[in-house]
């Protein structure tokens, strides 16, 4: 984040990650889900309120399934973002995250330009998939959903991947599954490394939730919880 993590954290999110060629995209996940396409998502922002406050970070990782049935993150796409005019920006917020929205490194663009460039993205991983929609995975969704939700209607966008109002809440798999819902207690029983020191950054958060996820989702196939048809399994 920018007032803690310097340059690096910077260039960092707004580049967007090279992707992993293998697995290659697949239709086994439109299977697996309905025809829906996981995305993991997480936000950074200046208050709780996404109707007036400022949505300032967004992360998305892609994940891919292997012929196996095992999810695998592949990609991550993220910027910092412009405050929307009038947003508010919530001191106790901004103290937590340790964003500078006027940092001269910060390299911010706008919330149409960030929504617009990474759902075009998805919708190619979509189209690469035979997915219909893409479904936002967030820890604690329904907040990621809200601001993300917010910002589309704010901005007049039409045309994006997520469905509107379902989502996949690792608060509560990691609960079914370890028996904690705080994503760092989550991932210490998962056996996922997380550094306090980068918490709060829209990228880390993301992909420590899309490890979560994609290892809750595998070891559930594992113990045999979805039932792979024949004639979808190479051999």
């Known amino acids: 984040m920018t007032g803690r993590r310097g340059l690096g954290a910077f260039r960092k999110a707004i580049r967007y990650a090279a992707f992993m060629t293998e697995p290659a995209p697949n239709?086994?996940?439109?299977r697996r889900f309905r025809s829906f396409l996981p995305v993991i998502v997480d936000v950074e922002t200046g208050g709780l309120n996404p109707q007036t406050d400022a949505l300032l970070e967004i992360a998305a990782v892609i994940i891919r399934m292997d012929w196996q049935g095992h999810l695998l993150p592949v990609g991550t796409l993220a910027h910092?973002?412009?405050?929307?005019?009038?947003?508010r920006l919530?001191?106790?917020?901004?103290?937590?995250?340790?964003?500078?929205p006027d940092h001269?490194?910060?390299f911010a663009?706008?919330?149409?330009e960030a929504l617009n460039a990474i759902f075009r993205e998805?919708?190619?991983?979509?189209?690469?998939?035979?997915?219909?929609?893409a479904v936002l995975v967030g820890h604690n969704a329904?907040?990621?959903?809200?601001?993300?939700?917010?910002?589309?209607?704010?901005?007049?966008?039409?045309?994006?991947?997520?469905?509107?109002?379902?989502?996949?809440?690792?608060a509560t798999?990691?609960?079914?599954?370890?028996?904690?819902?705080v994503l760092a207690k989550a991932l210490k029983a998962a056996g996922i490394p997380w550094n306090e020191h980068e918490a709060h950054s829209a990228i880390y958060d993301a992909e420590r939730t899309a490890e979560l996820f994609c290892q809750i989702v595998n070891r559930w196939q594992d113990l045999g919880g979805w039932a792979m048809e024949d004639d979808l399994v190479r051999d």
Not at 27 to 30: E, G, K, M, N, V
Not at 80 to 87: D, E, K, W
Not at 109 to 112: G, I, L, N, S
Not at 150 to 169: G, L, Q, T, W
């Open 173 to 181: 798999l990691a609960g079914l599954a370890y028996g904690q819902t």
């Open 90 to 100: 919530d001191p106790a917020s901004m103290a937590i995250n340790g964003i500078d």
């Open 142 to 170: 329904f907040f990621d959903m809200a601001f993300l939700n917010a910002a589309v209607e704010r901005n007049r966008i039409k045309r994006s991947p997520f469905h509107p109002f379902s989502s996949f809440d690792t």
């Open 27 to 30: 239709s086994l996940i439109s």
């Open 104 to 106: 001269p490194f910060r």
């Open 80 to 87: 910092h973002i412009q405050p929307f005019p009038g947003a």
């Open 122 to 133: 998805i919708r190619r991983e979509m189209r690469d998939t035979g997915c219909s929609r």
């Open 109 to 112: 663009v706008p919330e149409a």
